[in-house]
């Protein structure tokens, strides 16, 4: 079955005994900043839920990268565990693929969009011939919309197309997990728009988990299912809330229901507050 | 590469200039032989096979030693730049040891090499071995760590992650070093040729010097021009063919 004959086929209900597909165990995270120890997470733990769409936000400073590159393997925690799929993780694991806020620097500049998308496949799955392998990656270039720019370089591409790459390339993996960090913060209005509509649609139709880094509280609420507030220094998560907006969304109606109004303005004077104090 | 029909046309202006400065007596017409002469003698040179007689044993020493040291000095420029313990035990003997010029080792390398092939390779590939080795591993250490996270996260294994990563990233510093060091090959090959040997453009020249073929020798100084521009615009080529993902951009 193909990708798209499968949109919206995946059930995205609220189950009451959802698996936690990760769980942060007690992790402390310290750095050293001019010759300064400080902490950006003290024993926090927390537990995210299998298939959720799960933002984390929060003031400037609040660690919500680090977070993200701790649950990725891409950074270790000074102290504690974070669990994915009941077992510790130790370094980047499979099934989890992390996309980069500079998505022109993670892009191989030297390999055609099907080439980079082609990484991704043959770093997960085996393939067993060329032809095999470019059916599969135009698959994915189908879904992310960028037929016709299969042998393409990055350099010829916009900014959003390259993230439409980057996505692909993390997509082709069939990854449990999707961690991005502020994916989106570089493109203009439009794409960006148009980039979280994709992913939506992509989220809804495939069983992925997604953990969402962003400082745009607007983003954060129209996309997730749920949304962390991280406080500033080692307070953890101050706030936690399951954002009830139905699916599928749109990015006219969507904003102009109350609930994600109310969400919107509380969550962002939350933060605004915070960052004023600094 | 836009053609630069400028520069060449400088470069025809001048050369009449010169005609003329030689032909009216405003330069020693001895010293300075008319263009004119000096074409008269390279075109002789080139019917008789002179020429190329000379070039060959230059180019052949030329190329062997530039390339033991590019198969020297890339793999130890990729060791220093992917391993940092490496790096600090080798930085500053390489840095200390490059700036000194590699003529200046050819008296050495006489001592122990005597005055043949082995010595003028080997002062090459000495020469070419630094700027080979400093280009290869800024060009590793260069390498963006959010380029080797992407390959961390897709779960690429470090071996595999060189030459699928690392290389392909650090290839254009790499080709860079590569083009500075033939050119400083092809000085040092003339220089040690002159100092050495019985043959070689480098010995060619300062032997029709010796004997007063004047023409002759600034017909081989000439060839030595035209060897490093076309050597150069090869290796642009050659660039250009291997970075074209750089360059056609939109």
Redo the contacts between chains.
């Keep these: 079955m193909s990708l798209q004959n499968s949109l919206a086929l995946y059930p995205k209900t609220e189950k009451a005994d959802v698996k936690k597909i990760i769980e942060i165990n007690n992790i402390t995270k310290q750095f050293n900043v001019n010759k300064k120890r400080i902490t950006v997470f003290n024993e926090f733990s927390y537990g995210i839920k299998e298939g959720s769409f799960l933002s984390i936000v929060g003031p400037s400073g609040c660690g919500k990268s680090t977070l993200l590159k701790m649950i990725?393997g891409?950074e270790q925690p000074t102290d504690g565990k974070v669990m994915f799929n009941g077992k510790a993780i130790s370094?980047?694991?499979?099934g989890?693929?992390?996309v980069?806020q500079?998505y022109s620097?993670?892009i191989?500049?030297?390999?055609t969009v099907l080439e980079n998308i082609e990484?991704?496949l043959r770093?997960?799955k085996k393939v067993k011939s060329k032809q095999e392998a470019k059916e599969k990656c135009m698959e994915y270039i189908r879904l992310v919309g960028l037929e016709g720019y299969e042998h393409h370089?990055?350099?010829?591409l916009s900014g959003g197309m390259q993230q439409r790459v980057v996505i692909a390339r993390a997509l082709i993996?069939e990854p449990e997990v999707l961690l991005m960090d502020e994916p989106f913060s570089a493109v203009d209005a439009m794409t960006r728009a148009i980039l979280q509509e994709l992913l939506l649609k992509i989220w809804e139709s495939i069983p992925i988990t997604i953990l969402f880094v962003t400082h745009d509280v607007d983003e954060a609420v129209f996309l997730s299912s749920q949304i962390i507030s991280l406080g500033k220094g080692d307070e953890g998560v101050k706030e936690d809330l399951e954002i009830t907006l139905p699916y599928p969304r749109d990015q006219v109606e969507t904003r102009k229901n109350s609930k994600f109004t109310t969400i919107q303005s509380k969550l962002f004077s939350s933060i605004f507050e915070q960052e004023k104090q600094a | 590469m836009k053609k630069s029909w400028s520069g060449f046309l400088l470069i025809i202006i001048l050369l009449i200039l010169w005609e003329l400065s030689s032909r009216n007596g405003w330069v020693d017409s001895v010293s300075v032989p008319q263009v004119s002469q000096i074409l008269k003698a390279w075109g002789g040179l080139i019917i008789t096979g002179e020429l190329f007689n000379q070039l060959l044993p230059s180019l052949a020493r030329v190329f062997i030693g530039f390339l033991l040291a590019a198969a020297v000095a890339i793999p130890l420029g990729i060791i220093m730049g992917m391993f940092s313990p490496v790096y600090r035990l080798l930085e500053p003997i390489t840095e200390f040891i490059r700036p000194i010029p590699a003529s200046a080792y050819i008296p050495i390398a006489i001592l122990f090499l005597g005055i043949g092939d082995e010595m003028k390779v080997f002062v090459i590939f000495l020469s070419c071995f630094f700027p080979i080795l400093l280009n290869t591993y800024s060009g590793v250490r260069g390498v963006d760590p959010v380029l080797i996270d992407t390959g961390r996260t897709f779960g690429v294994p470090k071996v595999q992650s060189l030459y699928q990563i690392i290389l392909p990233a650090s290839l254009p510093t790499v080709l860079t070093g590569l083009r500075i060091s033939i050119g400083i090959a092809i000085m040092v090959a003339v220089v040690a040729e002159m100092i050495s040997g019985n043959n070689g453009i480098g010995y060619y020249i300062l032997d029709m010097q010796r004997i007063f073929r004047v023409a002759e020798m600034f017909a081989g100084i000439f060839t030595l021009g035209i060897l490093g521009y076309t050597i150069n615009y090869l290796f642009l080529v050659l660039e250009k063919y291997l970075l074209r993902w750089r360059t056609n951009e939109v």
């Design positions: 990725s891409l370094g980047p694991p499979k989890m693929i992390y980069f500079q620097k993670s191989f500049p030297w390999s990484f991704g770093s997960h370089y990055p350099s010829q993996c």
